[in-house]
């Protein structure tokens, strides 16, 4: 089963005008988190290595197609972090055995425990991985035309790992394409960079969203009405891919299962039980934790300034409430300090005792 996904029609624009026959040592893809820019990287991975003669690729019929496909294409090198492993291609795509790649569900967590924390996937590239990728890399492609580097996100390469990079980049090999995949384009290297053409993604229309959603859903025996999918996609902040993923129920070990209580809890504002709220939610991964927390104060502020609800305007009744006894200059301090830590949180080890602080601080803003 091929794995080509098609081409999401936001991206159409983008991948017609890439030149196949002038194709950079290295390009830096980048666009707004959940658009699907992985996808179209991998699209772009696999053309380059496709071997068919026509103008059309990837064909997905020829032996390279294929040979990508299962993830045994001897000149494609995908770096991830571990945790994202199971985006790659490899065997069984789509059979039993692939499913047993995918996040753990039904597996008992214990967490609050730094042993088995220990043993979670890596959301790093680590510097060995890096070193391993490029280490054959001065050698000739095996199919004798060209190699083909991905590296998602680059921004979650840690400075030994980046320096490893930069100077590859910096004397690049011969026919080898670096395929750079970024959802934060300031966290970058200037250097790493420079050295790349940058390929901005855009993200879809509010309609493209909203239709492509509804198809996806159709194809997957799911109905759910319009609304529902509007209210999705405006919680996931318009990130297309968050939003099926949750429609679809495979958001519910993250982010899906913790927008209602912390929403509820949030709602609270200067009543908010702290430490019930933090029992119930720092299971969860810490940066979706913030990006709900940095969205509820979003729409905070918005309130409070214009009378506008972004994310969450199935709470509008809460955010009126809530903003009308928030006191204004704490809010923007939390704001401010919100996006701090998100700055840090790939650094931060998220545990109830940050999520309490956090918390205590949202309490805050209610008092004098
Ligand atoms: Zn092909």
């Given at each position: 089963?091929a794995?080509?996904?098609?081409?999401?029609?936001?991206?159409?624009?983008?991948?017609?005008?890439?030149?196949?026959?002038?194709?950079?040592?290295?390009?830096?893809?980048?666009?707004?988190?959940?658009?699907?820019?992985?996808?179209?990287?991998?699209?772009?991975?696999?053309?380059?290595?496709?071997?068919?003669?026509?103008?059309?690729?990837?064909?997905c019929?020829?032996?390279?197609?294929?040979?990508?496909?299962?993830?045994?294409?001897?000149?494609?090198?995908?770096?991830?972090?571990?945790?994202?492993?199971?985006l790659?291609?490899?065997?069984?795509?789509?059979?039993?055995?692939?499913?047993e790649?995918?996040?753990?569900?039904?597996?008992?967590?214990?967490?609050?425990?730094?042993?088995?924390?220990?043993?979670?996937?890596?959301?790093?590239i680590?510097?060995?991985?890096?070193?391993?990728?490029?280490?054959?890399?001065?050698?000739?492609?095996?199919?004798?035309?060209?190699?083909?580097?991905?590296?998602?996100?680059?921004?979650?390469?840690?400075?030994?790992?980046?320096?490893?990079?930069?100077?590859?980049?910096?004397?690049?090999?011969?026919?080898?394409?670096?395929?750079?995949?970024?959802?934060?384009?300031?966290?970058v290297?200037?250097?790493?960079?420079?050295r790349?053409?940058?390929?901005?993604?855009?993200?879809?229309?509010?309609?493209?969203?909203?239709?492509?959603?509804?198809?996806?859903?159709?194809?997957?025996g799911?109905?759910?009405?319009?609304?529902?999918?509007?209210?999705?996609l405006?919680?996931?902040?318009?990130?297309?891919?968050?939003?099926?993923?949750?429609?679809?129920?495979?958001?519910?070990?993250?982010?899906?299962?913790?927008?209602?209580?912390?929403?509820?809890?949030?709602?609270?504002?200067?009543?908010?039980?702290?430490?019930?709220?933090?029992?119930?939610?720092?299971?969860?991964?810490?940066?979706e934790?913030?990006?709900?927390?940095?969205?509820?104060?979003?729409?905070?502020?918005?309130?409070?300034?214009?009378?506008?609800?972004?994310?969450?305007?199935?709470?509008?009744?809460?955010?009126?409430?809530?903003?009308?006894?928030?006191r204004?200059?704490k809010?923007?301090?939390?704001?401010?300090?919100?996006?701090?830590?998100?700055?840090?949180?790939?650094?931060?080890?998220?545990?109830?005792?940050?999520?309490?602080?956090?918390?205590?601080?949202?309490?805050?803003?209610?008092?004098?």
């Amino acid at each position: 089963m091929a794995i080509d996904k098609g081409l999401y029609p936001w991206f159409t624009q983008a991948w017609s005008e890439l030149n196949f026959d002038k194709m950079p040592h290295a390009i830096l893809i980048h666009g707004q988190t959940g658009i699907g820019k992985f996808d179209f990287a991998l699209r772009l991975a696999k053309a380059l290595v496709c071997e068919s003669d026509s103008n059309i690729k990837p064909c997905c019929s020829c032996e390279a197609c294929h040979w990508f496909d299962t993830g045994n294409h001897p000149d494609f090198l995908g770096i991830v972090p571990e945790d994202q492993a199971q985006l790659l291609p490899h065997e069984a795509m789509d059979g039993a055995e692939g499913a047993e790649d995918k996040p753990k569900k039904g597996k008992k967590k214990t967490d609050d425990d730094a042993e088995k924390a220990d043993k979670k996937a890596s959301s790093f590239i680590k510097v060995d991985q890096v070193r391993e990728a490029l280490e054959g890399i001065n050698t000739a492609p095996h199919r004798g035309r060209q190699r083909v580097v991905l590296l998602n996100p680059v921004e979650s390469l840690q400075a030994v790992s980046a320096n490893t990079l930069l100077k590859t980049l910096e004397e690049p090999p011969e026919s080898t394409l670096f395929i750079l995949v970024s959802d934060r384009l300031d966290r970058v290297l200037p250097t790493i960079r420079s050295r790349c053409r940058l390929l901005a993604l855009p993200r879809p229309s509010q309609e493209q969203s909203l239709t492509w959603l509804v198809q996806e859903l159709s194809m997957a025996g799911i109905k759910v009405d319009r609304a529902q999918v509007e209210r999705a996609l405006s919680e996931a902040g318009g990130a297309v891919m968050d939003a099926r993923d949750y429609l679809l129920g495979s958001g519910e070990e993250g982010a899906g299962a913790l927008v209602e209580p912390l929403l509820k809890a949030l709602s609270e504002g200067g009543q908010i039980n702290w430490l019930v709220a933090a029992e119930l939610i720092h299971k969860a991964p810490m940066p979706e934790l913030l990006v709900i927390l940095e969205r509820w104060i979003a729409d905070l502020l918005s309130v409070q300034q214009a009378n506008l609800v972004r994310y969450y305007p199935s709470k509008q009744a809460e955010l009126q409430r809530c903003a009308q006894s928030a006191r204004s200059n704490k809010l923007s301090d939390f704001w401010k300090a919100l996006l701090d830590a998100r700055r840090h949180e790939l650094h931060a080890l998220a545990n109830r005792l940050q999520i309490e602080a956090l918390l205590i601080r949202y309490q805050e803003i209610f008092k004098d």
